[in-house]
């Protein structure tokens, strides 16, 4: 067993970097037809079994009997994802006999009380011809913290080992997940939202338990959830009303998935903005100041942050802070960075000749309408790119009459409307409760088949990935790609194969000319406009947190160069000893996000998109309260060898 994660420097990236397609994926496991009495399966039965599988499970924990413990699992293909409940930790653990001896340590480390209850009845869920599984929840008590947990359990059908009657069939546990439904210390109450916020306009010095910096959905989120909990917190936003991190994007920015999907802890858009209906950044935006109004929560925007310090014998931060007030000295506990991930540093691949061009060039970033170009003169525009803005880009300038060109440089990943607003999907939000279809969304679907609908947009030179293909994992897009793939509104798609807007597929833009670009391939193509739709450098918060931080400010900043006491952390200290973040480690989590860092103490980060967000940040929230209070515990970072390695 190893006892602790080791790094050989602090030069190393922690956690390492994972291939999602490459390390992670496992093909799933395919259940001979007729192995289920599909008729005889009623939902009592199903219960049935869950009640079978769970008291063999709670006689194992209860005798610590590895071994058994081992056998209640899917002998082939398992796994255990616990979100704090045992580990206060997000960890995924896989093999029977690892998850077994991982649960063996973390259930007397919390002081697990009673075992395993069915809550509610179980399901049998008709997956795939191949795939039938028992689906059901269940609830237990931890003693260290004291919390009511609740989590996930998916069976699958076997037959019986060697020894058992002829054709007995056996339920093993596939997937097992855990978390924290609420804190004895404090259960979430949506009451305390309504307290009064402070009064923070011409405060000079602000002593809080958490500074958050951004007042974007994640921040204005996660300030919500610690309200909730009774965490008072201070949000520090870079723009001068809150919702401007929308309203500085294009005009004609509009989301790509149901409403439902995208609701925010507490307080629902309204019904005239649910499905069929895709909110705009206007409705993102007043939905945030109606939030944050609603709730009473302290922002302080157009803030600039000229220094930062962590004092380690203290264990406080101290962030000075210019506003158009005047100066603020905020001390806070803990610190969280919910500035925003892949959005901030644009990113503009290298190019030769840049002083031949004569035309405008504009990132997706500063990009506003296609009607202001125009106005400008513009009468034909390349935009490079092909992921969800650049379509949403090429349509605008395509409506104001521009002559449009893609230049798609490699494949993206195109996933259907149809298939996201499906019930199974995202569509699953518009007809059930949020937080039901949060805890559902553990897996993925793999039920959609997109045969030959892009057929068209291939002959016209677009380089396509459907969902036959190996990269067909929306995952992979989201938390390792931070992009690359386009939710096919319909208008995009049917421009290209109808060759109203042209295609420069697979090349690469190599150098400007003096009326446009130049190619890999060494072709050309004329424009007055080149729009670069090539995403954000961002992707690891160790490549901007010292900006942010204020390192670059030389008359305040503090650094690891300029300060002779070990016990004070500047942004640079701050940077060097932060975990990666974005893409997945070993264990498939997200690398960075809504947990500790190794070496860092008091600092958290929160990101991804809103559905992410809402999910994550109750987690994050939970564990803020605990680190104010104290008592958060440890975390469970070690990985147990497999029993027959012991």
């Known amino acids: 067993m190893s006892p602790s994660v080791k790094i050989s420097s602090f030069h190393e990236e922690y956690p390492p970097k994972a291939d999602l397609r490459k390390e992670l994926c496992r093909p799933l496991p395919a259940i001979a037809p007729g192995t289920v009495d599909l008729d005889a399966m009623s939902e009592g039965e199903a219960s049935n079994h869950a009640l079978a599988v769970l008291d063999s499970f709670n006689a194992a924990v209860e005798t610590g009997d590895a071994r058994k413990l081992e056998t209640c699992f899917f002998a082939d293909q398992a796994f255990w994802r616990d979100m704090l409940a045992l580990t206060y930790h997000l960890r995924t653990f896989t093999s029977p006999s690892v998850i077994s001896s991982a649960f063996m340590k973390t259930k007397s480390l919390r002081g697990l009380k009673g075992g395993f209850a069915l809550d509610g009845p179980a399901k049998l869920i008709l997956a795939t011809p191949v795939l039938q599984f028992?689906?059901?929840?269940?609830?237990?008590?931890t003693s260290f913290p004291a919390a009511t947990c609740s989590g996930g359990v998916i069976l699958l059908p076997t037959k019986a080992e060697r020894g058992a009657s002829d054709g007995t069939l056996e339920w093993k546990i596939w997937i097992l997940t855990t978390w924290v439904e609420n804190l004895d210390l404090q259960a979430e109450d949506e009451t305390l939202l309504q307290s009064p916020g402070r009064k923070l306009n011409d405060a000079e010095m602000i002593d809080t338990d958490v500074l958050i910096i951004g007042g974007g959905?994640?921040?204005?989120?996660?300030?919500?959830?610690?309200?909730?909990?009774?965490?008072?917190?201070?949000?520090?936003?870079?723009?001068?009303?809150?919702?401007?991190?929308?309203?500085?994007?294009?005009?004609?920015?509009?989301?790509?998935?149901?409403?439902?999907?995208?609701?925010?802890?507490?307080?629902?858009?309204g019904k005239d903005l649910q499905t069929p209906h895709l909110l705009s950044r206007e409705d993102i935006s007043r939905h945030l100041k109606r939030y944050v109004e609603a709730f009473n929560l302290n922002i302080i925007t157009s803030a600039r942050i000229l220094s930062t310090v962590y004092d380690k014998a203290s264990k406080k931060w101290i962030v000075h802070v210019r506003t158009p007030n005047g100066g603020v000295k905020a001390i806070c506990k803990q610190l969280v960075q919910a500035t925003g991930f892949s959005s901030s540093k644009p990113y503009t691949p290298p190019m030769?000749?840049?002083?031949?061009?004569?035309?405008?060039?504009?990132?997706?970033?500063?990009?506003?309408?296609?009607?202001?170009?125009?106005?400008?003169?513009?009468?034909?525009?390349?935009?490079?790119?092909?992921a969800n803005t650049a379509f949403d880009i090429i349509e605008d300038c395509y409506d104001a009459g521009l002559k449009t060109t893609m230049n798609a440089?490699?494949?993206?990943?195109?996933?259907?409307?149809?298939?996201?607003?499906?019930?199974?999907?995202?569509?699953?939000?518009?007809?059930?409760?949020?937080?039901?279809?949060?805890?559902?969304?553990?897996?993925?679907?793999?039920?959609?088949?997109?045969?030959?609908?892009?057929?068209?947009?291939?002959?016209a030179g677009f380089p396509v990935i459907d969902s036959r293909h190996q990269d067909a994992?929306?995952?992979?897009?989201?938390?390792?790609?931070?992009?690359?793939?386009?939710?096919?509104?319909?208008?995009?798609?049917?421009?290209?194969?109808e060759g109203k807007v042209a295609v420069k597929g697979g090349v690469e833009p190599v150098a400007y000319t003096e009326t446009g670009l130049r190619f890999s391939d060494g072709s050309t193509v004329d424009a007055d406009?080149?729009?670069?739709?090539?995403?954000?450098?961002?992707?690891?918060?160790?490549?901007?947190?010292?900006?942010?931080?204020?390192?670059?400010?030389?008359?305040?900043?503090?650094?690891?160069?300029?300060?002779?006491?070990?016990?004070?952390?500047?942004?640079?200290?701050?940077?060097?000893?932060?975990?990666?973040?974005?893409?997945?480690?070993?264990?498939?989590?997200?690398?960075?996000?809504?947990?500790?860092?190794?070496?860092?103490?008091?600092?958290?980060?929160?990101?991804?998109?809103?559905?992410?967000?809402?999910?994550?940040?109750?987690?994050?929230?939970?564990?803020?309260?605990l680190a104010v209070e104290g008592i958060l515990p440890p975390a469970y970072r070690e990985t147990p060898e497999p029993l027959e390695n012991v």
């Open 134 to 141: 028992i689906d059901c929840r269940v609830s237990f008590r």
């Open 217 to 269: 959905n994640a921040g204005i989120t996660l300030a919500a959830r610690l309200k909730a909990l009774g965490v008072e917190s201070v949000m520090l936003e870079k723009n001068a009303q809150v919702g401007d991190n929308w309203m500085t994007r294009y005009d004609c920015l509009r989301f790509h998935i149901p409403t439902a999907s995208c609701e925010m802890p507490y307080l629902r858009y």
């Open 352 to 386: 030769s000749d840049s002083h031949l061009y004569k035309g405008i060039r504009v990132h997706s970033a500063r990009y506003k309408n296609a009607k202001l170009l125009k106005e400008q003169g513009a009468k034909a525009v390349i935009v490079v790119g092909s």
């Open 409 to 459: 440089r490699s494949q993206t990943y195109l996933l259907p409307i149809e298939y996201v607003q499906d019930k199974r999907v995202l569509g699953a939000y518009d007809h059930m409760p949020i937080d039901v279809a949060d805890k559902m969304f553990m897996t993925m679907p793999t039920s959609v088949d997109a045969h030959d609908r892009y057929q068209a947009l291939a002959t």
């Open 473 to 497: 994992i929306l995952q992979h897009h989201l938390l390792e790609r931070g992009g690359g793939h386009y939710v096919d509104m319909g208008q995009g798609v049917s421009l290209i194969s």
């Open 529 to 625: 406009v080149v729009v670069w739709c090539t995403g954000f450098a961002d992707h690891d918060a160790r490549a901007s947190i010292a900006d942010i931080l204020g390192g670059n400010h030389d008359a305040t900043s503090t650094t690891s160069t300029s300060n002779t006491d070990e016990n004070i952390l500047g942004p640079q200290d701050v940077a060097a000893l932060m975990d990666a973040t974005m893409g997945l480690d070993i264990e498939g989590e997200v690398r960075g996000w809504w947990k500790r860092q190794l070496r860092l103490d008091n600092y958290w980060i929160i990101g991804g998109h809103i559905q992410l967000q809402r999910w994550w940040s109750r987690v994050l929230a939970q564990q803020i309260k």
